[in-house]
Nanobody, 126 residues
């Protein structure tokens, strides 16, 4: 069973930066697509950024391109999301997820993923 634990969320002001982390149990970076999704109150789960199953490609949601950067440290089994130039509309619970059967056409679909963390709250407000 894969376990994912997010951390690093908090309250920041517009324009600030924040980095959230996801620690995974086991060596799941090989063969698993991994991603960050977010969910704002009253809205559906939105794709933020992720890796392909091979780890060779990264993808970003349109709302965060140029501001957010995904990275990972295989030695630490940790994936990161560096968020810069934060906006109030970035306020959401951020979830880490992993899936062994995700293909390119489904990587932005939260239903394609098997394992989820508990989420970490990010609030951007002045």
């Amino acid at each position: 069973q894969v376990q994912l634990v997010e951390s690093g969320g908090g309250l920041v002001q517009p324009g600030d930066s924040l980095r959230v982390s996801c620690v995974a149990s086991g060596r799941i970076f090989s063969g698993y697509a991994m991603a960050w999704f977010r969910q704002a109150p009253g809205k559906g789960r939105e794709y933020v950024a992720g890796y392909s199953r091979t780890g060779g490609y990264t993808y970003y949601g349109d709302a965060v391109k140029g501001r957010f950067t995904i990275s990972r440290d295989s030695g630490k089994n940790t994936m990161y999301l560096q968020m810069n130039s934060l906006k109030p509309e970035d306020t959401a619970v951020y979830y880490c997820t992993a899936g062994s059967r995700v293909i390119t056409s489904s990587l932005r679909n939260h239903n394609a993923y098997d394992f989820w963390g508990q989420g970490t709250q990010v609030t951007v407000s002045s």
